[in-house]
């Protein structure tokens, strides 16, 4: 048993810890909690600008009826949300290992010249990005069509057609966001046991059941963390679909975000807006709840294996 003395200095310093933390935990508290009410708010009224102010209407539930009854492009959003999170993060997740695999086993003069390229993408500003690749994209002058051009194809309108337009944003946002995946994924493998990963090498017949059997096992929790992080930011895409394609052609590329930004700047309606981001951040909530809970549950489950 520790001594009176000793209990009595352990409390004084969790106290201690307590009171000193309370004000900051407070403050993100408030800073977190404000705009979500504030949003949930005025969710429930309908906002008219009359003579430089805003007039308040309470209107109920109205703006989610509406939403869940009427609404047409914020649900094709959703859809294209959904495949653009799909396909992307899948491909970028792909890439990102394969890159981190890459510059892990290249001498140090190639790891350097390795990382140097692969990052690139993630340090272009966003507008540069979308300027760039719709002058890559371009129907009449773009780089990719004069590329086809010398084996005698296309011209094709990699922006302005809806059977490719979402695909072309798809590909833009792998080019900008591996990068950062391949980052998450480097470090990961960075932080694996050296002998371990020597013993596995002897032991293992290929390079291949290396990496299935003893690198991903080992890479899984920060698999699961890069692969939330990056679902999470693939539902809040707007820059690259704004710059390249403004949501068109039609619904081909519109998405939650482009949505939500549309009602509440240029149509002005405050109140819908308010609810269609309630709907999306509650979605997205569930999203990583359910999704923390299936890693927990796999992760118990492999611990109680073990």
């Known amino acids: 048993m520790a001594p009176a003395g000793l209990d009595e200095k352990a409390r004084r310093n969790r106290r201690w810890v307590v009171v000193s933390l309370l004000p900051v935990a407070a403050f993100f508290i408030v800073l977190t909690a404000f705009p979500v009410v504030n949003l949930l708010g005025l969710s429930f009224f309908h906002v008219e600008w009359q003579d430089g102010a805003a007039r308040f ?7 989610f009826r509406r939403l869940f009854s009427q609404e047409t492009v914020f649900w094709a959003g959703v859809r294209n949300n ?44 966003p507008i540069v990005i979308g300027t760039m690749w ?15 051009g010398f084996f005698g194809l296309g011209p094709v309108d990699w922006l302005g057609d809806p059977d490719l337009a979402l695909a072309s944003v798809i590909f833009v946002d792998i080019w900008h966001w591996t990068p950062f995946v391949f980052l998450l994924m480097l470090a990961g493998l960075e932080s694996l046991d050296g002998e371990v990963l ?83 951040l509650f979605s997205i909530s569930l999203i990583i709840i359910l999704a923390r809970a299936f890693v927990q549950r796999r992760a118990s489950r492999r611990e109680a294996a073990t």
């Open 134 to 148: 719709r002058l890559i994209m371009g129907r009449e002058f773009g780089l990719a069509n004069t590329l086809l």
């Open 198 to 280: 020597e013993a596995a090498r002897i032991d293992t017949v290929s390079r291949w059941q290396q990496i299935r059997h003893v690198i991903m096992p080992m890479m899984l929790p920060t698999i699961a963390i890069t692969l939330l992080f990056r679902v999470i930011l693939s539902f809040k895409v707007f820059d690259e679909v704004y710059l390249l394609t403004s949501g068109g052609p039609g619904t081909a590329t519109e998405v939650v975000n482009f949505s939500i930004y549309r009602t509440f700047f240029r149509q002005d309606q405050v109140g819908y807006g308010a609810a269609m981001s309630v709907v999306t």
């Open 57 to 63: 209407d309470f209107v109920g539930m109205e703006n």
């Open 82 to 125: 959904i495949v653009f999170a799909v396909v992307a993060v899948s491909g970028q997740m792909i890439l990102g290992f394969s890159m981190a695999l890459a510059v892990k086993t290249a001498g140090s003069y190639g790891r350097a010249l390795l990382t140097g390229i692969f990052l690139l993408p993630i340090v272009v500003p």
